[in-house]
């Protein structure tokens, strides 16, 4: 009895090796048979020349075409078996490019007409006949975008291939089409997107100790072509996005790319978080001066017009623009929740010397170096008044079109910047329309909490203000940022 039970996990033991075995076997076969039937359903003409080959060197006893076919045959297999990345980059992908690019151009008549871009005209001989706009070009670029250049026939615009670009998309089976005009808007570049270059997350880069300070523009992320993408840092921007969508990364991207110059003291960043300062805290060291409550914001905001308005008085005469030091630095200003700032409070005389203050920066303060950066999620004009002073916008993912439209525009959304279709999955993904109105779709790079103590630890701010509110007293009596003398004394007390 002892030893018929010793036997028996040693049974149970090789009934599952030969379950597992015949499980391979099986799986194999099926991989086989799938490829077999792919080749089919993707060049079913050159798999029945093949297969009519195969057919008549058997009928005619040709036993070296029928062993030369089979060779091949098997050698593609198992290329495809054992190295399927090679296989994929080499001959997979560079036969569905050569077909699909082969099939637009065939269908590119019926797609015109289809989609609403053809034209009944009388030709020569008074017969109507359907004209079309000619392909005069195509080609691939990487990755996986399929550029057209379509000839606009007379009495078309641009705004009519825009107006017709969803419905392109859908009948070619890409993922997104994007209409690109040319210089003088006579005609235009079509980029059909076939595979998503932004769909892997990017990962920031801590900034090297002996890298030189940068003020001119920021690495924030890549675009869809897999370039760079480089944000200029001295013109005011304004950041949309619903939670979760990537703006805590897009701000703290913005002061990584800042993080050397604000060691120097080249570069002051005055931070505004009004959700108790929940996100600003990762970095503290990082900001000269930091506001949490809403009378706090006010503050700050006031005392960066004083001192923009003293500036600007020094610079006049003798300069267009500031040119920013560590004894006149330049200062950004970081709003997270711009709309806590511009309308979600009660107190309405708050609200009222926000918006006064608000304006001025965003009216006045690019030449003397003081740059507004403000990040919310409701872009409403009621919510956030001050939006058309914004120079430079992005939107990350949000709720609906409408809303696209009011961060970017009508035709930046018309062109494919479709916000409102960005998956939860893809955070950082977005749209940024530049001051020259071009839209790219962008991705920003992602920044973990480590890393942000780090930044804070290894290039913190010079020096460290704290923002004073008066008591009540004091501020009945303390004057208007409008009415107050701005001397060179009192700005130059308060943060430059």
Known sequence: MTGRIAVLPQVGHGVRLLVRGAGAVL?????????????????????????????????????????????????????????????????????????????VKRSWAGLMVACGLSRRVADRTGVMVTRVPALHRSRWDEPDVLVTMPQLMIGQTVEDVVTASERLRVAVGSR?????????????????????????????????????????????????????????????TLTAGASGSGKASAMWMLLLNLAPAIRTGLVQVHGIDLKGGVEHALGARLFTR?????????????????????????????????TPSPAAPLVIIVIDELAMLTSYSTDRELLRRADSALRSLLALGRAP?????????????????QRHLFNQSYALRLREREEVV???????????????KIPRSTPGIGYVLTEGGDTMRVRIAHVPDPMIRALADHFPAPTQIPVVVPLPAENMSRPSPRSRKTTGTRSESRPS
Not at 190 to 200: I, K, S
């Open 369 to 385: 170096g003081y740059v507004v950066y403000g990040y919310l999620q409701d872009p409403r004009k009621d919510t956030v008044p």
């Open 27 to 103: 799986g194999e076969i099926g991989w086989w048979l799938a490829g077999a039937w792919r080749l089919v359903a993707w060049a079913p003409r050159r798999m029945a020349a093949w297969l009519t080959g195969g057919v008549f060197a058997a009928w005619a006893e040709i036993w070296s075409l029928l062993t030369g076919l089979a060779a091949v045959v098997l050698l593609l297999g198992l290329w495809a078996r054992l190295w399927p990345v090679s296989f994929h980059q080499r001959v997979a992908r560079p036969s569905w490019r050569r077909r699909t690019r082969r099939s």
């Open 176 to 236: 997104q089409v994007r209409v690109i005009p040319n210089d003088t808007h006579t005609g235009c570049t079509m980029r059909f997107l076939f595979a998503d270059p932004l769909a892997a997350v990017v990962e920031a880069r801590f900034p090297s100790p002996n890298l030189a300070p940068n003020i001119t523009t920021a690495q924030m992320g890549v675009t869809e072509n897999g370039d760079p993408w480089f944000l200029p840092i001295q013109v005011h």
């Open 290 to 322: 930091r506001a949490t409550t809403l009378d706090q914001a006010v503050m700050l905001l006031e005392d960066a017009v004083i001192a923009m308005v003293a500036r600007a008085a020094t610079i006049a005469g003798h300069a267009r623009s500031h």
């Open 406 to 420: 009011m961060v970017l525009s009508e035709g930046a959304v018309a062109a494919g910047a479709t916000c409102h």
